[in-house]
């Protein structure tokens, strides 16, 4: 099984600053058929489910802001908030669903205001 | 809009079966593979199972299989997971979600989550 690791644990960063959370794979999860990078960002906030912020590495779903952005290839991947905002306070979490089944998920990242 | 509600949840003692649901409604349920996920309290999120939008194939964690059964009923848009020889360490919320996209394989991505529905195995 692919084994995915973010860091840090959790994070306290001022309003309006940058956050960026880490999250590496244990193999590659870009795919050389179609160049497709298989991992997702979710977002959860206390008492919800998750939702689903970024797919393919870097494309950001319908309706999610635009502070929120991925990057990254192969085995190393980031999501980056441009501009740190209340709301973004929750548990973040990778997911490769490449190699599958099962598809694994990071351990999550706590984002917090400083 | 999407809607899955699941129901089901409750307190058994270990060794013991539950069976969860999860009602979908807002979208052509029969077209999209489907999953449950579970988190255990103030832990991350573990995948448990997965079905193919017609019930043909079926997929299970290495920690439920042989325990846990997944199946789905199209006409009620209705997806279940039977949880047999319950265990303390299957104590968690159970989520039910939707794949991203209608196809006739599964894309393990997705969309939209339930609410959740807490089992908790404890004597």
């Known amino acids: 099984d692919i084994v995915v690791t973010q860091s840090p644990d959790s994070l306290a960063v001022s309003l309006g600053e940058r956050a960026t959370i880490n999250c590496k794979s244990s193999?590659?999860?870009?795919?050389?058929?179609?160049?497709?990078?298989?991992l997702a960002w979710y977002q959860q906030k206390p008492g919800q489910p998750p939702k689903l912020l970024i797919s393919?590495?870097?494309t950001r779903e319908s309706g999610v802001p635009d502070r929120f952005s991925g990057s990254g290839s192969g085995t190393d991947f980031a999501l980056t908030i441009s501009s740190l905002q209340a709301e973004d306070v929750a548990v973040y979490y990778c997911?490769?669903?490449?190699?599958?089944?099962?598809?694994?998920f990071g351990q999550g990242t706590r984002l917090e205001i400083k | 809009q999407v809607q899955l509600v699941e129901s089901g949840g409750g307190v058994v003692q270990p060794g013991r079966s539950l069976r969860l649901s999860c009602a979908g409604s807002?979208?052509?349920?029969?077209?999209?593979?489907m999953h449950w996920v579970r988190q255990a309290p103030g832990k991350g999120l573990e995948w448990v199972a997965a079905?193919?939008?017609?019930?043909?194939?079926?997929y299970y964690a290495d920690s439920v299989k042989g325990r846990f059964t997944i199946s789905r009923d199209n006409s009620k848009n209705t997806l279940y997971l039977q949880m047999n020889s319950l265990r303390a360490e299957d104590t968690a919320v159970y989520y039910c979600?939707?794949?991203?996209?209608?196809?006739?394989?599964?894309?393990?991505?997705?969309?939209?989550w339930g609410q959740g529905t807490l089992v908790t195995v404890s004597s």
């Open positions: 997911q490769q669903y490449y190699s599958t089944p099962p598809i694994t």
């Open positions: 393919w590495a870097s």
């Open positions: 979600a939707k794949e991203v996209e209608e196809s006739r394989f599964l894309e393990w991505l997705f969309d939209f």
């Open positions: 807002g979208f052509t349920f029969s077209s999209y593979g």
């Open positions: 079905i193919l939008y017609d019930g043909s194939s079926k």
């Open positions: 193999q590659s999860v870009l795919y050389s058929s179609n160049n497709k990078n298989y």
